[in-house]
């Protein structure tokens, strides 16, 4: 593994091949799932994602990279050079156009401006899943006039993401508008009690209106990926 | 309030007629989000659950009441005596009868014995929302052939909901096995570590396999309710 | 102490005086604070709280007991006859009469029915120390229209108490909507990841709206004495 | 987004216009709550910050630009090149003056030379809308002739500020002392079981005197907004 | 075992005779450490503390036991019949008398009321181990006039020992005061965000001034051995 | 369900037979993984239990049933009349008699008299899981010289399991005495800052000795278990 | 201490020759344990490692090096030039060579890719205590086959250690599918509500199969050093 | 303030003199508790550092300069060059010699080299308040002999200090092999369930022996006072 050589002089016992094989690509998973893969970038060393890259254009596997770090960037771009890099959303999609939307439409809120990276993961996931989708930024329940403002796209929605740091009050309000599913984002958005993102994972628990499903917190992926099965066929 | 009367021979300030209206149904939520109403029972008291039954009966709302103690389920049949009370589910639903199913089938699975009564909730609350069920018990991963058996039935459902506790490990097992969305109920079932519920929602909050809505702990009813919604239409 | 004497044979070494002596009453905080005395009944013994109650009606200073338990309400009563005891908020208080109101509104929200003991035991507390109040019950989140129709009585208003639990949304959403600060008083109403009250607590720290006052969980007496306060004068 | 840009030689979907508006600024906000709009500016890129000093200059909106990053201050001052930077408080305002002070004294306390930047936040919001402040540094409980010795002071504020860090003590001790409300800052000075705040906070949430206000950890534009709306009129 | 018999028809494998030797009781600790030995009763069965005690009896050895259950009282009293019981504290000593004091005094202060048990605890196990002692109750940092008023008595003291509850407040502010260490018992006194102690744990671990000793929450027991031990010679 | 009988006049929709089935009884469990089934009585209902219990008699398959509450004992014995019930470590065996034992011997410390439930449960199941087992009450280490004491007893084991609850501390210092493995089961005995288990629960995770393999908190089966596995061929 | 000098020009007490001892090596663990000795680089300064690998050099003790920061490894390697340094594992092994193994098979898996330095320490640890061992990456539950198909493989070992993050649901699977004992070892793999591996920690501690081993998270070396004491001999 | 210097061209309201006064020193601090001044220079910018030493300079107070970060250094050796700086413990002791001491011994133990900068921070601290101190590093419970060796030194102290992470055991240890009374310093040395120095603050705090005195976690300085309070006179 070439950016995490062994050293010292000594001869060593030596690990096997299985160093060389470092992930096992579940290439069927479109059979099986009916959805690409996806290859979470963050945890990993940039020579680990340069041979997932390798890998994925050698079987030409439709493949989302996501949670790219600044430094792996290149390592997708390599192997994959037409794939599509959004850096807000530090996802690289390969094939970068997405699939012709099929199914309901995916609604997406931002509800502050810096829940924007996550909402916008969210919403790139959705439409390389195949779902046609609307993005909404700034529409947090302190000016609930921003909310309501929006309530006739919100009711086009097969499903509403929301994507809200610090009280994570807009997929209760949300949720109390629409008849379909809200999944909700909470993100790690705010500082002190927010706790990277506890405050609003437990507030979209405890939602008043039922219908919210909720994912990790910060996990742009998770939610698109989840809203584009519930508006699916 | 009569089960808990003033008492104190003073001549004190009394308070306004808010007290005499405890709860303001929501009688037109049918109407804008397109299913019934429903009432959290646990922390009222009986008389606060009378009065709720009471003006369910005068409008013929249909609601269900959500976790009803013990010496709540009297408050409730004495008002609507016709309603069907599911002791393992400790649900009243009225009218008895839910409507016929429309949408897509609704599988849940309840991962041991002790997650029942959860699933069995959420079960009860997507067939009174409308949506056909099957529940299917005991099917936890330390013995993964059971989960294989049902292969079949899990490919076949729009969405599937799974209630478990302890190492909440089955969503995760669920949803790397099926296209549709998984909803995942962690239930307070196990001791220790467990944390009251604490140990499955976090362990369903990080699903390995993307595609799993989590709701709040032991939270039946809003799982059931997300998946009748996610399988509409 | 009579509800726990001690037993044995033995000649033992006995305590001083200090035991008779359970509580030091702070008969001159009126004077200094500007507010009655009050004393949180629950964690004492029945004997400890006759001690207290007796030494008030020798002293005739002006006292709320709080979160009184049923095994309580005898051991003020006996010693106040004329107290007012109101089972809701589990209160007694001392004169039964509140003062003549002075100073803005004070307009107490509960978000859900099960939040009215906490309301309750705020709106009390401000109208003895001395300001005029309104309760307005149930109107959470998941039924915005339920707010907005309270927005001309908001807006009335020198202070806004608002006790929720579940997701705590509701201050947020109304402090969006005043000028005047809102008191927030989360409440252990709710289940699971509410963990006895710290997801609405959560919430309420990390409001989107500024001007929400944070008071501890289930504490309707601190609220509605901060205010009492904040719409003096 | 220039400091974002997409990468990669595919030809992409491009997402619409909405990244363009990143924020939607509540103009209307000084009308309806009666107070200056504010952002957040420590989540945000430098070109968020940017773009909407860029639309606070355009449209003249009174705003505080709040928990500004180094790299973040030209952002702002470009846009604005007559707004007042303090560094302290990593504060932006403007307009740069604050309004000639209505209402009551709002005096803040440090409790430790390390809450200085947030007890100046505090004041400098408290001072931008619309009040007269006092600021008074080191006056912890461990010497307790500081507080003492500032006893007048407190007793002529409308309402008290107090940020603090550690055991978070000093709330409780002013509260004690003063007929007013006390507004509760606790800060993440500290360390080891400090938890970055949680240890004030609860002490405050639990401060034996009432009256006693708590927000955020290290929320000095909150305490402040929330002490200039109790000193109102 | 008699409280827990065995049931069953069948012959099953019997245990060893271990199970009849519940406890290992430290006869030799006075020697050692040179102090009595005690026995924390609570989690324990009426038959092992009855079977403890008995050993007590028949070696000799001077014993506490503390956080005797009302249900555990006669176990105790029936093997060492002049044992003295105090109620309060829920702590049977025997030999009843307490010998004569030696070293410094220690005073103990009881914040509140219900922090009495506690201290109460604390100041009885000092005095069996042999130290001068002196308890105030109820003088809390929310009257601030009532510590001062005892300034000559805390100052007479080797080492002082506080029991508080809620904020925890009241060992910061007497640390400030005083040149001895203080001992520091945070009580399970309090609601909400008070967790069952925690909220004063955290304080007194982060007191502002040096010198405070923390021990477990409720801990009498181990706060007035450990004031024993440091007023000792 | 006998036992949670529906109630109510309507004709409500009956649920299918799943609810007869309430548990799927892994008979091949010895054959796969080489041990008896086991199951958790202790969150489930009687009538569940007694379900289980008829259907072990049918199959003839050796079972454990744990955590047996004392309203549950006879719902088990009913059915199988000759199992053996252990009314310390609340645990039923069927067959009664465990296997002759094979293997390593596993030595159990149980570091207080009030872990013996637990480290009674963990010696019981490895018995029935065929190995000899030898137990030792009340070793803690704050008697170092009983712990030192068993030198030659702790070497002569395959595996020691430790039960302790508070400070966790007896696994670590075991551990650096022997070369063979320990298994740590952190009990709930304590108060306070146990937080029911977590203290020793994490002391075990960071045990300065290596070779300590943790179980959930008062997890004796787990530990039995595991211990009877590492000990065993 | 070359990398901490004392500065400042007063003449001051100067601590004595401890600080020169900084590390106590137990250089007869391996004849007490029968295991080489070991040694946490992380917190310690190169200065404080070169010195404990100097002290090794000289006494010939063979030891392992564990989470070595990278401006530590010349810091080992100069006084052990021909120890083995694994970058991927961050160990360095003095002596090179591990030993020839003896006793069972040690199976190491990883979930995933990322977890794959932790499996990696794991695998090295046990090889170098003296067993054999196969390592296999990328084994995760949400693709059931890949376990599936590692059948033969898991059944052949005398324990399997699995490395997981997230869900951390591997360990309960593989123990419902082998009779060995399973190490589980959470890693820090994840983000958000993985909170640093606390997720997979608490799953794998309520694993619904038993035999389950849980060491602390991250903890490559505690995982292979238990699994080498239990695949011996 | 130099550092934070305000920009911004236009001309704003300017604060008072407060902030040219950032700290109150408590000068007589050493008549009223008998003990020097101490400054936690963490938190605080170097500019804030200089200002306080310069008072230091200027007053003539015996001063320790605790936790000094590197950029801090020179603030403090500037205006007090006859300082002494010990780099491992990063305390600043002006006047550089201590005392001569009185009192009782202070014995430090480091439970491994890991802790053994707040275990020096502990000594330093306690000499520099007038006491004798011996040091002993690396004397964990995982090799207990290293701890029993010290048996003589341990009996001939006033009180003993210990710094331990991990599993945090040694104090509990210590507390049962000698009289006198035990600080216990919980470090943050670990990682994983360590949590930054909660696993071993748990567990002193929930020790088997009593007599067990506990501070912050790092807290060298506190543990330092605290033991000289305890070993004055």
């Known amino acids: 593994m070439a950016d995490a050589p062994g050293t010292g002089t000594g001869t060593a016992w030596e690990p096997g091949p299985e160093l060389l094989r470092v992930a096992r690509l579940d290439h069927d998973r479109a059979a099986r799932r009916g959805y690409p893969e996806a290859v979470l970038c963050e945890p990993k060393t940039p020579d680990q994602v340069a041979a997932i890259a390798a890998e994925v254009?050698?079987?030409?596997?439709?493949?989302?990279?996501?949670r790219v770090r600044e430094d792996q960037v290149d390592a997708v771009l390599t192997a994959l050079p037409d794939a599509h890099h959004d850096a807000v959303a530090r996802l690289v999609a390969w094939p970068p156009q997405p699939p012709a939307p099929t199914g309901g439409l995916v609604v997406v809120l931002s509800a502050g401006t810096s829940d924007l990276a996550v909402a916008r993961e969210a919403e790139l996931t959705a439409?390389?899943?195949g779902r046609a989708t609307e993005l909404v930024v700034d529409v947090g329940v302190a000016g609930?006039?921003?909310v309501l403002a929006q309530l006739d796209l919100l009711r086009s929605a097969?499903?509403?993401?929301?994507a809200a740091g610090m009280d994570g009050a807009l997929p209760s309000v949300v949720a109390g508008l629409?008849?379909?599913?809200?999944v909700a984002i909470p993100t790690s958005v705010g500082y002190g009690a927010a706790f990277g993102g506890v405050a609003p994972l437990l507030s979209m628990l405890n939602a008043c209106s039922p219908g919210v499903a909720v994912v990790n917190i910060d996990n742009g992926y998770g939610g698109g990926h989840l809203a584009a099965q519930i508006a699916a066929g």
């Open 57 to 66: 254009a050698a079987a030409g596997t439709p493949t989302l990279f996501t």
């Open 127 to 129: 439409r390389h899943l």
């Open 178 to 182: 629409v008849s379909c599913p809200v």
């Open 158 to 162: 097969r499903v509403v993401v929301v």
């Open 144 to 146: 609930l006039h921003r």
